[in-house]
């Protein structure tokens, strides 16, 4: 796998941006993937949705292009309503859950009900959630309605670029919720788990090919080895749940 930056790529590479979530699983699957097909590709990150200097608004605002997109599926649909994604060409490729954790050697509270997470919440000290599509369902719709949104406002903060996990490991939070996908690969913190199932929010992540690409073949040729049966093991190691959908263009 080549560089991070997408300044520092190679004209005939490939080139792939992925949201978070699926970013671990990503940097595990392309040195195998570069070494059986005989290419490279260069990867980049960002958030699905926001501001921040490297979200994949922020990058396709400054006239960034890429090949494949990896991101939220309803992220992935608004680009493709804007013509950044070729329509036609959506892949789910796995399904993501929404974790907690805390430094580790810290006391692991209890989220194992609704009403023990909301506890949990309302006593904690400082609360760290991503500014994704996950924080985006915490603030706007779990914190209202565990009745909490006033509190939260306060005491929880919204963390840009960076994994939540960071933030943990830092002493700049006592509690944070990210994708369990990206809360797993942070040392330092320990994983206190999902949430109930009452209030877990699921949520795909797909693949798209870019509008503007001229390595098509080769893009779709990414996405099926990434949707692939032989890698769903790998894939579920890194905290996702495989979906093994069908290609769009067979």
Known sequence: MTATDIKLQDSSNLRVITSGAFAAALQKLLPEYERLNNCKVDLAFGSSIGAAHDSIPTRLSQGQTFDVFIL?????????????????SRVDLVASTIGAAVRTGDPIPDIKTVDALKNTL????????????SGTYLSTELFPQLGIADEMAIKARKIFSERVGTILVRNEADFGFQQMSELLPIPGITIVGELPPEVQ??????????????????ARDLIEFLASEKVAEKIQESGLKPVLAKMPWH
């Not at 000290?125 to 991503?130: C, E, H, T, V």
């Not at 929010?201 to 080769?218: M, Y």
């Open 122 to 133: 309302l006593t904690i000290g400082r609360i760290a959630y991503s500014a994704s599509a």
């Open 72 to 88: 939220a599926r309803s992220a992935l649909d608004e680009f493709s309503e804007k013509g950044k994604i070729n329509s036609d």
């Open 201 to 218: 929010r699921p949520f795909f992540f797909s693949a798209g090919i870019g509008a503007d690409t001229q390595k098509e073949n080769q």
